[in-house]
């Protein structure tokens, strides 16, 4: 939306070409790098793609293209389908003695009014949400990403020194994992230059792709004939 004018910037119109560069090209490359040729942001070949009907292809997802683990890291960790819990059928059982519990009514003071259980969520400084996952020291260890929890719940650890994870649609409240998508630093890096290029340069990038294009599609004709 142009804050000025407070209008909708106009939508992009999807000529036959870019269809069937989209359709031909989604389920195997990076949708950034399609996004770049075509000319239009990423968000949008999301959506289009999402419209379609197109998704990626399991083998590109097992790739290291998409920049996902590879499905085997911190299984040894994880609940195995159909496992029980440790606990199950030890409703009040006790791990520890009496003597040190807190009586009924007792508050023990400020801190203990200010506490909050494991499972807690709140949202940081930077507008992540998190979840509290632990009472352990230290206490900047206490308190996780949410997104990192989700993730690492069905994917495994993340080596935050070299991935991040990113939300597909910007919105940092919304860690479902669909809208999560784990890339390398580099790639990072590389997403967040893009988007500083000024808008005549990236102007004369897409010109400099879509003449790729039409160089590529030529060399196909003739090969063709």
Known sequence: MTKSKNILAPRHKWTELELRTLTSRYANERTELIAIDIGVSTQSVYTKA?????????????SPAACRLDGIKGTSNRFQKGQPAWNKGMKGLQTG????????????????????????????KDGYLQMKIHDN??????????????????????NTKTHALC?????????DISNLELITRAELALRNMITAIPPEVRKVM???????????????HEQQQ
């Open 50 to 62: 999402q419209s379609l009907g197109l998704v990626k292809s399991k083998k590109y997802l097992c």
């Open 97 to 124: 003695g009496q003597a040190g519990w807190f009586k009924p009514g007792h508050r023990g003071g400020k801190a203990l009014e200010k506490y909050q259980p494991i499972g807690t969520i709140r949202t940081s």
């Open 167 to 175: 939300f597909r649609d910007g919105n940092k409240e919304n860690c």
């Open 206 to 220: 897409q010109l400099r792709g879509a003449i790729t294009r039409q160089i590529n599609k030529r060399k196909e």
């Open 137 to 158: 020291m230290p206490l900047q260890s206490r308190w996780r990403g949410l997104h990192l929890v989700n993730w690492e719940a069905i994917h495994g650890p993340v």
